[in-house]
């Protein structure tokens, strides 16, 4: 049974619990700690009963309060909206090849395009801009479907391939998979495409080529292989590639047909967002 006892030194009563020849003491708390226990529980009582507290199984208590930082935050947002609506208005109502011409609505479109592009695009174009295989770099002057700030419009707007009415719609064939070409002629035509912007292959293999991407593939790039933006069909002489330059990708290009699709942004962002997504991309400094 623990014995307890007084310690001589502090004059404080012993708990009866010793390890190792120590003996533990009775101390009391100091009274300002105490005090400040009994204040927070006070408070804790005072909080239950002024602001939300208890969940409950459908809703919660409102308290006597009856705060919401949700409606808080919803009648800053509403008074934010309210103090820029005018600028906003003129935003929507100004042809969006005109808006440059007007510095603060222009500053303010950009300023808005920036922080929507990094909600609602950097996660397939990148933070910067700087595209990634498959995704179009939008900082260069190379553009499928046109970079004049209207083309760029039209493009977020209504997407590429997606499933809107008014979609953008072109698409590069799958050639092999398809039977339209064998596989030596793939090769062909790969080494065509490859000698446009660079050299030592085999040029033999590249003129057959030559001729199958005149009867094939130079209604859509064109006979010069510029391209061309109304099917959104790239230039295949400027070594800038949407996929992948080397020939492997190219061959796949050919071989197996490309369709990536770009959501269409009209259902899903306000038009005035469109307009400053497309402005701030155009600013880029690949906009034509």
């Known amino acids: 049974m623990s014995k307890i006892e007084r310690d001589e030194v502090s004059g404080t009563d012993t708990t009866g619990h010793e390890w190792d020849g120590i003996r533990e003491l009775d101390t009391p708390m100091p009274r300002w700690w105490l005090w400040t ?11 239950w009963i002024v602001m939300p507290a208890w969940p409950m199984v459908s809703d919660y208590t409102k308290g006597y309060l009856n705060y919401s930082s949700r409606d808080n935050l919803e009648k800053e947002i509403a ?15 100004t042809q ?15 300023s808005g395009g920036r922080s929507h592009y990094a909600v609602n695009c950097s996660q397939c174009h990148g933070s910067g801009a700087q595209g990634a295989a498959g995704f179009p770099n939008l900082n260069d002057d190379d553009w499928l479907w046109g970079g004049r700030v209207e083309d760029i419009y039209q493009t977020i707007q209504y997407g590429i391939r997606s499933n809107h009415e008014d979609t953008r719609s ?37 003129e057959r080529g030559k001729a199958i991407f005149a009867e094939e593939c130079a209604s859509c790039h ?17 070594a800038i590639w949407f996929y992948g330059g080397d020939k492997n990708t190219i061959a796949r290009t050919i071989a197996k047909g490309r369709a ?18 497309a402005l701030y991309v155009h600013s880029l400094g690949g906009g034509q």
Not at 37 to 47: D, K, N, R, S
Not at 99 to 105: C, D, G, Q, R
Not at 172 to 189: G, H, S, W
Request: hydrophobic fraction near 40%.
């Open 96 to 110: 969006i090849t005109d808006v440059k011409a007007n510095p603060e609505l222009y500053q303010f479109a950009l």
């Open 170 to 206: 072109g698409e590069m064939p799958a050639f092999l998979t398809d039977e339209i070409l064998e596989k030596d002629q793939i090769n062909d035509v790969t080494e065509y495409v490859l000698s446009l912007s660079q050299e030592g292959r085999d040029m033999e293999s590249a």
């Open 37 to 47: 226990f009994y204040a927070t529980i006070l408070w804790a009582i005072g909080y």
């Open 79 to 93: 008074a934010i909206e309210e103090s820029r609506a005018d600028i906003v208005q003129t935003l929507q109502d």
């Open 222 to 238: 064109g006979d010069n292989a510029k391209g061309s933006t109304e099917v959104g069909a790239p230039n295949l002489t400027d």
């Open 260 to 277: 990536n699709v770009m959501p269409a942004w009209a259902d899903r962002l306000d038009d005035t967002v469109v307009r400053q997504i």
